[in-house]
């Protein structure tokens, strides 16, 4: 085919994860016939990239050409403009905005487990407290039982 001929279209990348292939949609409006509405129609190509330059959200300017594959018959001519995207990891992301946004449930249960432990340790405090006490109380009172048994058997006596 001469070149003059060959179609020449400009489009965004939208996917690159295949080698030396890169997807790239071309999305115009149409009007409709009937009822004179709007219509967005997309058309996806299958563009050879032999240098894997292509990277997602790229305008590029994309030339027919000779059937490479089964789908790919269009060859990548020039990146026009490059997207920028921010280069993050997921894991990046998920230290940043903390467990508390990404996993409510699990904190949740976390801090219920929390509060559950330290109710236990009150009530361990609470329990131990008063049997110290019982402990001590019973060896003070016992003397006091024998003197006061004793004083009035002594007071019986003495009358």
Known sequence: MARSMRKVRVGAVV??????????????????????????????FYVHDPENQCRLGDTVRIEETRRISKNKHWRLMAILD??????????????????????PRIVAAEARAEAAEAAEDTAEEITEEPEAEAAEEPEAEEPEDADGADEPDEQDDEE
Request: charge should be positive; proline fraction near 2%.
């Open 82 to 103: 490059r997207k920028q995207v921010a280069d993050v990891r997921p894991i990046d992301v998920e230290t940043d905005v903390g467990q508390d946004i990404t996993q």
């Open 15 to 44: 996917r690159t994860n295949q080698d030396k292939t890169a997807i790239v949609e071309m999305v115009w409006k149409q009007r409709h016939r009937l009822y004179r509405k709007q219509m967005r129609r997309v058309a996806r």
